[in-house]
């Protein structure tokens, strides 16, 4: 099967690793909302904050399979509505599965206070995730002669290493 280069490769452990960080993340924010008094307590915020953040974990790499090629602010607009659309589907997915009626959540909090929640802990998680995926992937040996990132940048930058 050929594919178009302008679509990213996705393998299966991209993904797994994906959802595998999601999930650890989703577990923190389920312990800081509960820390803080939001929601009907651990278990229900615990699910209904692990289908928001693989929902939008989903999304998210729907939209870098499809938008691969484009142009960075097309990528970083498809990603800020792909968070909006995983907000909204796993807000509904989440009250089913924690057994709550989407009428009597939806009394308690708003789906625009679900979208900004997601808006801020998704963009928390896609920086780490994206940021972890750069550092990987940056030469780093060819570029600073290091075999490792070093804090100092701008050692790098101003000494080679043949000096």
Known sequence: ???????????????????????LFNTAIALFLTFLEFGGGFVKTFIITQCIGMSICACILLVNFLFKSAK???????????????SVIGTLL????????????????????????????????????????????RPWKATCGFSRPRLNLTFCLTHSPTS
Request: proline share 2%; aromatic share 16%; no cysteine.
């Open 1 to 23: 099967m050929n594919m178009d280069p302008k679509f990213a490769v996705i393998n299966r452990r991209h993904v797994l690793k994906s959802f595998s960080y999601t999930a």
């Open 72 to 86: 960075p602010f097309i990528q970083i607009a498809a990603i800020f509505i792909a968070m909006i659309i995983g």
């Open 94 to 137: 989440g009250t089913v599965a924690a057994g709550i009626g989407t009428s009597i959540f939806f009394q308690e909090y708003s789906l625009f206070q679900m979208i900004i929640l997601g808006l801020v802990f998704g963009t928390i998680i896609s920086y780490f995730i994206f940021s972890r995926e750069l550092v990987k992937k």
